[in-house]
């Protein structure tokens, strides 16, 4: 039972690593042992970042938008230049649109679907086989990073942030039951409040939104760590198909 938690000598991606919740996840592979690649869309940003990772383990920059199919083959082709096979891949990148009903624009639907539906099917079906090959003894690792707002609403008009994520978790269903028959686990977490660039009332009024949280504070970043590592880890190798919410309650005060 020493090593449950242990991600020593697995390889992993994750995708909008630079900054939150990707970081965050990044981070907590990197002190259990792992290397990991991370990437972000501006290449600036995520060459900086995986300098400041190196501190705890082997981290290393993909810079890539991976919104459409072309990119996302580019990511998956920059890592097989890098490594043979993949034994994590996080499905992070995110993006987010707020705009009343009646001027609601395609750009704010296509954005947000193309970054947060699309990308993950298309980055794991373009990494399918390097997974495969990691899978053996134990099973490569697909986790989606979902919302919280996919499985309940908040009071914002964010129409494709909450179609993009309730997507994302049922696709994570799908996907699960294909990806089973080449032991590629896929699972999700489900965020709640963590302080981002995206989500800037937790960043900025992590106080007075705390008061609205049944556990009354926002995530940390060990909140997030715990729950990825625990699904990278041989610890979670029998969830499949899960989503595991991490919200201090959020979804059930909603209820």
Not at 25 to 31: E, K, Q, R
Not at 204 to 231: S, V
Request: aromatic share 6%; charged share 20%; glycine share 10%.
């Amino acid at each position: 039972m020493n090593d449950l938690f242990s991600l020593v000598g697995r390889t992993a991606l994750v995708t909008g690593g630079s900054r939150g919740i990707g970081r965050m996840i990044a981070t907590g592979f990197l002190t259990q042992g792992a290397k990991v690649y991370i990437s972000s869309r501006k290449a600036d940003a995520c060459e900086e970042a995986a300098k400041q990772l190196s501190a705890l383990g082997p981290c290393f920059a993909l810079p890539a938008d991976v919104s459409s199919v072309a990119g996302a083959q580019r990511l998956a082709a920059a890592y097989a230049a890098r490594e043979p096979s993949l034994d994590i891949l996080v499905n992070n990148a995110g993006a987010a649109w707020g705009e009343p009903f009646d001027s609601f624009t395609e750009k704010g639907w296509d954005k947000v679907l193309d970054l947060n539906l699309k990308s993950p099917f298309f980055l794991t079906q373009a990494l399918h086989e390097l997974l495969r090959k990691a899978a053996g003894a134990r099973p490569a690792k697909v986790i989606n990073i979902a919302s919280v707002d996919g499985i309940s609403l908040n009071p914002l008009e964010t129409y494709s942030y909450h179609a993009s994520k309730a997507g994302l978790i049922h696709l994570t269903r799908r996907l699960s039951i294909r990806l089973a028959q080449d032991n590629i686990v896929v699972s999700g977490i489900a965020p709640g409040a963590f302080a981002s660039d995206m989500n800037r009332d937790a960043r900025d009024h992590g106080d007075e939104l705390a008061r609205r949280i049944p556990a009354g504070r926002i995530g940390t970043a060990e909140d997030m760590a715990g729950a990825a590592i625990y699904l990278a880890s041989r610890a979670g190798d029998y969830v499949m198909g899960e989503i595991i919410v991490v919200d201090g309650g959020v979804t059930l005060a909603r209820g």
